[in-house]
């Protein structure tokens, strides 16, 4: 397939109530692996990316080295690949857009774009992520743009009234500007997510632990994707800690 094609393609494995499960991966290898058992579509995970690239998460690693990696897992595969792109790497909306270009020619369909600014539980003002969100959209034309809020990674997994209506608030700001899916991490709670799935007018991404709620309950409340973040990196980096630690 062209690349346009895996973009419409990936856009309609996005429905309500039958998530698209995306199981994370961070290289060439991982993604051939993943692709191979059967995934209909394959998620870079920023965590898991950079640090199988020795640096830590939070747009420490040169964004070179990212393209890089991301370029060699588009490369082994035809399935659709989305990317983590963090915060965009750019201060700027326009340094995000030329960002968001360079995903695109590295090959993938698709982005994560989030609101955090990097300090600890720091989010950036809806108008000024609206801008980005816009300029990423611009920048990513045919391609599913997931906007990504980190209210609950920043207040906590409590459900709490103001989060919620936060949470709301933002998905509006970030579709007008052109995002195609809401992604809200660090969410866990069944009714909570019913809420904003029911209230979002655009599909609804959560993430889960490999041990979390099982698929079908996310499905139940309306979740149309489900991610597995660093969960599969981490899996396989404490079972070769353990087979090294055992030999040795």
Known sequence: MSQM??????RTLHVPGQPLVLMNVWDAGSAKVVSEAGALALATGSFSLVGALGYEDGEQ???????????????VTETPVSHDAERGYGETPAAVGKYIREIVEAGAVGVNLEDSV???????GIDAQAQRVAAAKEALGDGYLNARTDIFLAGGE???EPLID???RRA????????????VPGLSDLDTIK???????MPVNVMRSLDGADIA?????GVARISHGPWPWRNAMTGLRTQVQAIL
């Not at 094609?5 to 990936?10: G, K, P, Q, V, Y």
């Not at 990097?118 to 950036?124: H, I, Q």
């Not at 809420?195 to 007018?201: F, G, L, Q, S």
Request: hydrophobic share 45%; charged share 30%; aromatic share 6%.
């Open 5 to 10: 094609d895996r973009m419409r393609a990936f």
């Open 61 to 75: 690693c040169p964004k070179e080295l990212v393209l890089g990696a991301l370029h060699l897992i588009c490369r």
């Open 118 to 124: 990097g300090e600890e539980g720091a989010l950036r």
């Open 158 to 160: 409590s459900a709490t």
């Open 166 to 168: 936060e949470t709301l």
């Open 172 to 183: 509006k700001a970030y579709k007008s500007a052109g995002a195609d899916g809401l992604f």
């Open 195 to 201: 809420r904003i799935c029911d209230a979002v007018d």
């Open 217 to 221: 309950d996310f499905a139940a409340v």
